[in-house]
């Protein structure tokens, strides 16, 4: 509906540079109800046009590649989301570099292959960075991330304190990562072995 609703007139690139925060949050709630193919699309037509921009585009340029790795990693398509990542590795330090994509990324790769381990130690180095710093509000994410890792290695302590953490409401693009966080946090839940993970 917000895409939709995004204003008319002026060039077709300024349209275009207009429309990329709402292309941006329907990908992320798209990857959220399974529409993975729709979601990744929506994100990269948005980052083809955002790179063509100034200075003012940067900044959603990172957004949305955040976008279309969620995309890919929520579908299962962990060959491709690995391969956004390395893109944005190479790439020159950027906001995504800074504020620790890459080490959530990873974290979220090595869960995905089963590296406990090297999940939870790239998912508390991520979580480290995003607490001093969160630009994307994905904080939540990748302590969601930090929680599973560390309930699957028996450290449940540890990882209820980052369920708690990862449930905390926070405002903006966040919000449209609360089903990934619900997730993430549930199935941490179920390696605690909680009573009410079926409720």
């Known amino acids: 509906a ?9 060039s077709r690139m300024q349209l275009e540079w207009m429309r ?7 990908s992320l709630i798209l990857s959220q109800r399974g529409r993975f193919s729709e979601a990744f699309e929506a994100a990269d037509r948005a980052h083809a046009f955002a790179v063509l921009g ?10 949305l590649t ?9 579908s299962g398509s962990l060959l491709a989301a690995s391969e956004i990542m390395e893109q944005v590795r190479s790439r020159p330090l950027g906001l995504l570099q800074s504020t620790g994509f890459v080490e959530g990324a990873s974290a979220v790769l090595a869960i995905g292959e089963g590296r406990w381990r090297d999940a939870a130690l790239q998912a508390e180095r991520a979580v480290a960075r995003y607490t001093r ?7 939540a994410v990748f302590t969601g991330v930090l929680a599973s890792a560390q309930a699957a290695l028996g450290d449940r302590a540890a990882s209820r304190r980052s369920v708690l953490a990862a449930e905390i409401a926070r405002p903006g ?14 199935e941490a839940r179920h390696w605690n072995g909680e009573f009410d993970v079926v409720d």
């Open 54 to 63: 100034g200075r003012v585009e940067r900044f959603i340029i990172d957004q």
């Open 20 to 26: 990329s925060q709402t292309d941006l949050v329907s």
């Open 173 to 186: 693009t966040a919000q449209t990562l609360r089903g990934v966080v619900r997730i993430l946090t549930l």
């Open 133 to 139: 710093c969160d630009p994307f509000g994905v904080l």
């Open 2 to 10: 917000a895409a939709e609703a995004a204003p008319e007139g002026g």
């Open 66 to 74: 955040l976008a279309m790795f969620v995309a890919r990693w929520a």
